[in-house]
């Protein structure tokens, strides 16, 4: 072989390689397809190309890409694909007809090509398409050109067979985004250190989370129970073990905080979630990913909740005070009864006393009702004297309490206040009714006003038997009664707070309360306590 021949074999082997390379690292088809048509042509020193690839699943070549023709003219080469069939084992050979033919399409788009080397791409011995080379008469091919292409060939097919693979698999994985995200309910996925990597729009919905910002956080740093109703959460779970011994999903329910949005702070802050984990195993078994569905049960627990307690509050609430006022009545109409006129005003007032209380309760029950369905709305009159209204309510209670000592204590200079007297009337009602009502001991409550440049406070403070701790979050909730021995045995419809919030935030305000030795939560004494503002 002579030298010449030699050092432009070895050029051609190190062109090769780095095609080869670029090929492997190119996982696009498209641009791969177009990257081994340059090449081949390139290398066998051709003046146009084309490749044509089996469809998927089928029979029938398509033409994928073309070199060097223009591409108004692309569809001038389509018969060449039908026209000569691939055969086995003699393709780089010159077929005559395909030469014809070559030339009757060339002549028609009016380009100058008269020779043509095709070959297969096949790939662990399936044929995956054709590629084409062709020539113009004036030029020749390099020498041995079938043989050069043909392990070129080779190579290339791999490499679209690979890109073949990673499109597939890449659109696959685009579905399964899209289901994921479409998905009615929510879907999370974390890693093996219960770091989302998953985070779809129903569940960014739900819980206030955008999945750009929960994409990376840990699964605690979005869902925080406040409350579990299910005996274990995903973390207890894994300190016992799960998900061995067999995989089993793990279901975890309870009541978690939502992160509200700043611009729309009347947005819940808390909903009630059932999350279904289901773990990912290798096969040695070990977990690497945990999928998990969230279903957003607040409504169902509400209504839930509602019915529940809509029956008890009926019940019981509605039917003691008939069932005085029943007992009373029958009593007075007994035929044989001489009642003196002490005895009458006294059953006459406990029947009126009663219809009064029956009264609230449907009012109550009426307020809430409007809250839920967004008709609720203040009546602002004239300017309002909390001292005044604190002062009249202390009175009422002290009557019907003896073991209760009631003081009002108001700043001289207390502001006049603008709002509903009616309502405001009524959260005093309730919180000093409370008070009483959760220290059966009896004792001292206090009414306190105070004064601060935008806002005034009014706190009612009582030495009851506490909140427990494990209570505090829902006092306010509707229908919402803390179980111990002292409510069960006390009146109450769990309105009260519900209420009293709802009319507080109506007016621009706050409500909340705390234990009075912080230290202890759920020690004895508590102080409910709401700002206004003074404008
Ligand atoms: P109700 O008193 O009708 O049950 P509320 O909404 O007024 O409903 O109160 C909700 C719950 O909060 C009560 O059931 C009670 O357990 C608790 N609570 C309210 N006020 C006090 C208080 N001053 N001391 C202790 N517990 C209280």
């Not at 591409?71 to 003699?90: I, K, N, S």
């Not at 597939?168 to 998905?183: C, F, G, P, T, Y």
């Not at 709802?502 to 309360?513: D, K, L, N, T, V």
Request: with cysteine; hydrophobic share 40%; net charge negative.
């Amino acid at each position: 072989m002579s030298r010449a021949l030699v050092d432009i074999r070895i050029l051609q082997r190190e062109y090769l390689l780095g095609i080869s390379r670029a090929m492997t690292a190119e996982l696009d088809l498209g641009d791969l397809l177009r990257l081994i048509l340059k090449s081949a042509v390139e290398l066998v020193s051709g003046q146009a190309g084309m490749i044509a690839l089996v469809e998927a699943g089928g029979e029938t070549l398509r033409v994928a890409a073309v070199y060097g023709i223009p591409p108004h003219l692309v569809d001038h080469f389509a018969p060449l694909v039908r026209g000569v069939p691939y055969r086995e084992g003699r393709e780089g050979e010159a077929f005559p007809e395909l030469v014809n033919q070559l030339r009757r399409v060339a002549q028609d788009a009016d380009l100058g090509l008269s020779q043509v080397i095709r070959l297969p791409l096949s790939s662990g011995g399936e044929v995956i398409g054709l590629i084409y080379v062709f020539q113009s008469g004036n030029y020749y091919f390099v020498e041995d050109a079938p043989n050069l292409l043909r392990s070129f060939a080779e190579q290339a097919a791999i490499a679209v067979r690979n890109a073949r693979l990673y499109q597939q698999v890449n659109q696959e994985k685009q579905r399964l985004d899209a289901i994921l995200e479409q998905s009615a309910d929510g879907v999370m996925i974390l890693d093996a250190q219960l770091r989302i990597t998953v985070f779809n729009r129903a569940l960014s919905h739900m819980t206030g989370w955008p999945a750009a910002e929960a994409i990376g956080c840990s699964h605690d740093d979005v869902i925080r129970w406040r409350a579990l109703k299910t005996e274990s959460d995903l973390n207890a779970a894994l300190a016992q073990g799960w998900p061995q011994p067999n995989a089993a999903h793990l279901y975890v329910e309870g009541e978690a905080s939502r992160r509200r949005d700043a611009a729309c702070p009347t947005e819940r802050d808390s909903l009630n979630l059932g999350i279904t984990y289901a773990p990912l195993l290798d096969a040695n078994g070990q977990m690497t990913d945990i999928i998990a569905n969230i279903r957003d049960l607040t409504r169902y627990r509400e209504e839930e909740a509602l019915q529940k307690t809509f029956i008890s509050v009926i019940s019981h609430e509605l039917k003691t005070p008939v069932s005085i006022i029943k007992g009373y009545a029958g009593t007075l109409r007994r035929p044989d009864g001489r009642w003196s006129p002490a005895v009458l005003d006294e059953s006459l007032s406990v029947i009126e006393e009663e219809a009064d209380n029956l009264n609230g309760l449907i009012d109550n029950l009426l307020e809430a009702s409007r809250l839920q369905a967004g008709t609720f709305s203040l009546e602002i009159g004239d300017e309002i004297s909390l001292p005044k209204l604190a002062a009249a309510v202390a009175r009422k209670f002290a009557t019907q309490s003896r073991e209760h000592v009631i003081d009002v204590d108001f700043p001289a200079d207390f502001p006049a206040i603008i709002g509903d007297e009616r309502r405001l009337t009524q959260v005093l009602n309730n919180l000093v009714s409370n008070a009483i009502k959760y220290s059966p001991d009896g004792g001292q409550i206090t009414i306190v006003g105070e004064v601060h440049p935008q806002h005034v406070t009014v706190s009612v403070c009582d030495a009851g038997i506490g909140i427990a701790a494990r209570d505090q979050h829902r006092i306010f909730q509707k229908f919402s009664r803390v179980d111990n021995a002292l409510s069960r045995k006390t009146e109450g419809t769990g309105l009260g707070l519900y209420l009293s919030r709802a009319i507080i935030e109506a007016h621009g305000g706050r409500i909340w309360f705390r234990g009075n030795s912080e230290d202890e939560p759920g020690a004895p004494g508590t102080t409910f306590t709401f700002s206004l503002p003074r404008d």
